[in-house]
């Protein structure tokens, strides 16, 4: 994780008294349990870079968490990404700069635009390129995304979303570091602390003389603060402020909690997962699949694959005619989660006790085959698209369910969400299918397997658009016997 800063043209090198570090010298200390270096890889009065890097030890970055016993959480990319962490890390070596406040003799070059590029990377967005331009080329640059080239025999995306951002234009120095250490949480979107109106602050001093005017504003705000709540108190506290800042009217205060209320509805029926579960549409999809399960005439043995904190498992363990149910789930802190929830099953005299099970759709085990369902609620699409044709297979032919259901998203109908055509519901999604596409791959899965195929969507629909989620249910056909 890396910036690479540079100005160039007539008394670039004054930009060393601005950060406050010595050219001729490595900066290198330990910043919260990271190594952060700089160095100027060339320096003259008319040509000056630096490069700031930050390296964090792997292991610190989670052994004190809530989380730290479970091995996948050490699989990650925080350790390399530029993200809210990597700001975190650098923010002390660059106070002289983030604040202006260089050495007297100095200060007039705090408001000198120097002819800046700036070069930072890789980091990890859900953005398309046209947003990620859309945050800077306002601010006065001109914009450069470029992606890693890896040399594979098979395609593992279309597009990758590591990046590597380039900015040059006229910047100050000062305004420069601020609209980074913003901006690039605002594109990784993840915060590795708690979030708190301390970060009110942080908004109004780094976004200070841009952020009021920028037309991207309240993706800005949104991606910074999250939740509803604080938004809106960043705007009423916001709305206040006279002199300087921009005095924003009661209307339009309204108008954008209003519009903010909306979009966080939004993003609640798009963020599926275990992080941050879909409350109304995992209910829809739980109840969707329940329906089905509830009219087949087999459904003692069932089998929730990608079964995560166990919600769908705990639901199902209360269903009449159910005598067991394989909660499959590989990450062991999901786990850990759905035992506490399975325990709680007990002051129910009618259910069942799921038993969970650490697996993974890429391993065959031989004590699912040829169980009553099989369900697979929101799991292929977190599956590499080129390995899923193979899940299948081993699905239809090895496993053998009575049934087998299927959940996943309609990419038709994020267009109802506003989203950009490029843009996935979640960050871990490989892809997301239209519904003929859909459709067209799970006809691919039974073409030489003894299996019938049913689609419905599940959740509001919208003419033109269909529904939210889109769900198969795969029955086995009885082969006949020979004669």
């Known amino acids: ?81 530029t993200s809210s962490l990597f700001c975190t890390y650098i923010r002390g070596a660059l106070g002289t700069a983030l604040n202006g406040k260089p050495k007297e003799d100095y200060a007039a070059w705090v408001k000198h635009p120097f002819a800046l590029e700036l070069s930072f990377g890789p980091v990890a967005s859900d953005l398309p390129d046209a947003v990620v331009e859309g945050l800077f080329a306002p601010l006065g640059y001109q ?22 951002v380039t900015l040059s234009g006229h910047q100050t120095v000062q305004y420069a570091l601020r609209q980074l250490l913003l901006l690039i949480p605002v594109l990784d979107n993840y915060k590795h602390y708690y979030i708190s109106e301390e970060e009110f602050d942080k908004l109004r001093r780094y976004g200070e003389g841009w952020l009021s005017a920028h037309p991207l504003r309240e993706l800005i705000i949104r991606r910074t603060l999250h939740f509803t709540n604080l938004i809106e108190q960043f705007e009423q506290s916001d709305s206040t402020k006279t002199g300087t800042e921009k005095h924003i009217e009661k209307d339009t205060v309204q108008a954008q909690k209003d519009k903010h209320q909306q979009i966080q509805k939004q993003e609640q029926s798009l963020k599926e997962g275990t992080q941050q579960p879909t409350v109304r ?16 005439p ?37 786990q850990v989660r759905a035992v506490e929830r399975f325990a709680k099953l007990e002051r129910h005299a009618d259910a069942i006790r799921p038993t969970p099970m650490i697996g ?44 087998l259901i299927v959940t996943t998203p309609n990419r038709e109908y994020n267009e109802v969400y506003r989203m950009d055509q490029q843009e996935l519901r979640h960050g871990d999604h490989r892809f997301e299918w239209s519904r003929s596409e859909f459709r067209e791959r799970c006809e691919q899965w039974i073409e030489e397997a003894p299996y019938s195929l049913a689609l419905e969507g599940i959740g509001e629909e919208v003419e033109g658009f269909g529904q939210p989620t889109q769900m198969a249910v795969f029955t086995r056909r009885k082969e006949p016997k020979n004669s």
Not at 35 to 45: A, G, K
Not at 158 to 163: G, H, L
Not at 283 to 289: S, T, V
Not at 374 to 402: A, S
Request: with cysteine; aromatic share 8%.
């Open 281 to 296: 549409l995992n209910e829809l999809r739980y109840q969707a699949i329940m329906d089905v399960i509830r009219k087949l």
């Open 360 to 403: 993974s759709l890429f391993y065959y085990d031989e004590q699912l085959r040829g169980k009553d369902v099989m369900i697979l609620c929101e799991v292929i699409e977190h599956v590499d698209e080129h390995r899923l044709n193979r899940v299948m297979n081993t699905i239809v032919t090895e496993y053998q369910p009575g049934v």
């Open 298 to 334: 087999r459904r003692q043995k069932i089998v929730d694959f990608g079964s995560g904190e166990g919600k769908l498992s705990a639901r199902l363990a209360r269903m009449k005619g159910i005598e067991e149910i394989w909660a499959v789930e590989p990450s062991a802190y999901a």
């Open 143 to 164: 914009v450069t995304i470029e992606r890693g080239e890896a040399d594979y025999s098979f395609q593992l995306k279309n597009r990758s979303t590591v990046r590597y």
């Open 1 to 81: 994780m890396h910036i690479t800063l540079k100005a160039t043209g007539n008394n670039a090198g004054m930009i060393s008294h601005l950060l406050a570090k010595n050219p001729h010298n490595t900066y290198d200390r330990t910043e919260k349990g990271a190594r952060v270096r700089m160095v100027y890889t060339v320096f003259t009065e008319e040509e000056a870079e630096i490069v700031i890097q930050a390296s964090p030890d792997s292991i610190d970055l989670v052994k004190n968490s809530p989380d730290s016993y479970d091995i996948t959480q050490y699989i990650n990319d925080r350790e390399f990404v």
